[in-house]
């Protein structure tokens, strides 16, 4: 019988690409609209996705003020602004394209995500970071048979699944509540949040009488739309676990960032 490989699809967007965004994006910060623009392009700083560059004539209550102070980012040189919004300043949160990045970006400006109190695509609000459009999320029901085990010990053992295929990530395999030994597991307080999947509802940690292994499971109980099938169901990290699919062990990807890949 043919089995999972373990391998996926690699990210194929190059570092300083830009391309239209045709969604109208908004920012907030303290109730007050930084920007508005329906002239939004993506580009690409670093090649796991992008981040939306903004039109400096499409700020609406937001001011900058150039820091004077210059740096080499992902696309280009760009210039530091402080950004203030009404009575709120938030330090160095913008990037003015410069001479040099690619020209489509000249006359925007990129936002530090987090110096934004809310963003939205459409009416729809965005997190931690904009949706790549070369990005596909597929949630599909599956007949194969799924084992977890870690230092010898089984956590779970499922006759069926939902395989979650994220580009650039490897296959997450969710499982039914019923077929994990909860016994074993310990809560933990992580929350992470994805821009494909939503936000976390809980996170679990095992202790084995030889290791503690934080943070190698987590569960999604009202995740996106995107995602729906996934919802209340449990996966855990291929990179931290033994995992079985099919009665075949997978190979163990690399070890992503902490909270980076769930």
């Keep these: 019988m043919a089995t999972d490989s373990g391998l996926h699809p690699s990210l194929i967007v190059p570092i300083g690409h830009v391309e239209p965004v045709p969604r109208r994006i908004r920012g907030m910060i303290g109730g007050r609209v930084a920007f508005d623009t329906r002239r939004a392009l993506y580009v690409w700083e670093w090649q796991a996705y992008p981040q939306f560059s903004i039109p400096v004539e499409d700020l609406v209550d937001g001011v900058l003020h150039d820091d004077k102070h210059m740096e080499q980012l992902g696309a280009g040189p760009a210039h530091r602004h402080t950004l203030r919004v009404g009575p709120e300043v938030r330090p160095g949160a913008a990037w003015v394209w410069g001479e040099g990045a690619p020209e489509p970006l000249h006359d925007t400006v990129r936002f530090e995500w987090e110096a934004l109190d809310t963003w939205f695509e459409e009416d729809e609000p965005v997190f931690v970071h904009p949706r790549s459009p070369y990005c596909r999320v597929d949630a599909l029901r599956s007949s194969s048979s799924v084992r977890v085990e870690l230092d010898g010990v089984v956590l779970a053992e499922a006759l069926d699944c939902v395989k979650l295929f994220e580009?650039?990530?490897?296959?997450?395999?969710?499982?039914?509540?019923?077929?994990?030994?909860?016994?074993?597991?310990?809560?933990?307080?992580?929350?992470?949040?994805?821009?494909?999947?939503?936000?976390?509802?809980?996170?679990?940690?095992?202790?084995?009488?030889?290791?503690?292994?934080?943070?190698?499971?987590?569960?999604?109980?009202?995740?996106?739309?995107?995602?729906?099938?996934?919802?209340?169901?449990?996966?855990?990290?291929?990179?931290?676990?033994?995992?079985?699919?099919?009665?075949?062990?997978?190979?163990?990807?690399?070890?992503?960032?902490?909270?980076?890949?769930?």
């Design 167 to 262: 580009t650039g990530l490897p296959t997450r395999y969710y499982l039914d509540r019923t077929t994990i030994d909860w016994t074993r597991l310990r809560h933990s307080d992580t929350v992470t949040e994805c821009p494909y999947k939503g936000t976390t509802s809980s996170y679990w940690s095992f202790d084995s009488d030889t290791a503690s292994h934080e943070d190698i499971a987590w569960t999604y109980d009202f995740p996106t739309i995107h995602a729906n099938r996934i919802a209340g169901l449990t996966a855990f990290y291929n990179e931290r676990v033994d995992l079985y699919v099919d009665d075949f062990l997978l190979p163990r990807p690399t070890d992503p960032t902490q909270g980076a890949s769930d």
